[in-house]
């Protein structure tokens, strides 16, 4: 089983700034590697998957990168809404595996 | 618009059993990867089942045995039916569908079970 490690639990940023989150894992995942964004009281959302690849309808200001084991969402000016928790998923192999989840709050 | 609406969570005692539904509106379950999720707090995500749209079932090691995931093309609804429950087994289960190139694209809202004497 491939084990997905978000090593930030939570990352405090202002609203405007910058917010770079990381997610690694146990071996290569190619690019097959997906972000999910999730409020309180709400199911995930899918932001990103094929590690950069934004799904419909997700702002710009979200961007994925990375290949094999090391990736990074980078939100570039965080607005209000974007306070979450963001979880990374492997399904480059079975079990599909996440992340243990980065909380992004307010600073 | 897609809907997935989970139903059938609640209070179980450990070695006890409990069937979990989902009705899913537009999108059809026979076409699907259909799957289930379950969120523990503190122990993140965790996959659990996928049905694919032949009919061939997948189950996570942990609920291997224990877990049945069906599903009802007439009623357009999925089914698990979790035998055995653990106390570890606690948690808010989704219904998603799992896309063809496996991501998790649509959610239910969730439904808790919580194991425990």
């Known amino acids: 089983e491939i084990v997905m490690t978000q090593s930030s639990v939570t990352l405090s940023v202002s609203p405007g700034e910058r917010a770079t989150l990381s997610c690694r894992a146990s071996?290569?995942?190619?690019?097959?590697l997906a972000w999910y964004q999730q409020k309180p009281g709400q199911p995930p959302r899918l932001l990103i998957y094929?590690?950069?690849t934004r799904v419909t309808g997700i702002p710009a200001r979200f961007s994925g990168s990375g290949s094999g084991t090391e990736f990074t969402l980078t939100i570039s000016s965080l607005q209000s809404e974007d306070f979450a928790v963001y979880f990374c998923?492997?399904?480059?192999?079975?079990?599909?595996?996440f992340g243990g989840g980065t909380q992004v709050e307010i600073k | 618009e897609v809907q997935l609406v989970e139903s059938g969570g609640g209070l179980v005692q450990p070695g006890g059993s409990l069937r979990l539904s989902c009705a899913a509106s537009?999108?059809?379950?026979?076409?699907?990867?259909m799957s289930w999720v379950r969120q523990v707090p503190g122990r993140g995500l965790e996959w659990v089942s996928v049905?694919?749209?032949?009919?061939?079932?997948y189950y996570a090691d942990s609920v291997k045995g224990r877990f049945t995931l069906s599903r009802d093309n007439s009623k357009n609804t999925l089914d698990l039916q979790m035998n055995s429950l653990r106390t570890e087994d606690t948690g808010v289960y989704y219904c998603?569908?799992?896309?063809?190139?496996?991501?998790?694209?649509?959610w239910g809202q969730g439904t808790l079970v919580t194991v425990s004497s």
């Open positions: 998603t569908r799992l896309r063809t190139t496996l991501q998790f694209d649509f």
């Open positions: 537009g999108l059809p379950v026979s076409n699907n990867y």
């Open positions: 049905i694919y749209n032949d009919g061939d079932t």
């Open positions: 071996q290569s995942v190619n690019t097959n």
């Open positions: 094929g590690a950069s």
């Open positions: 998923q492997q399904y480059n192999s079975w079990p599909l595996t």
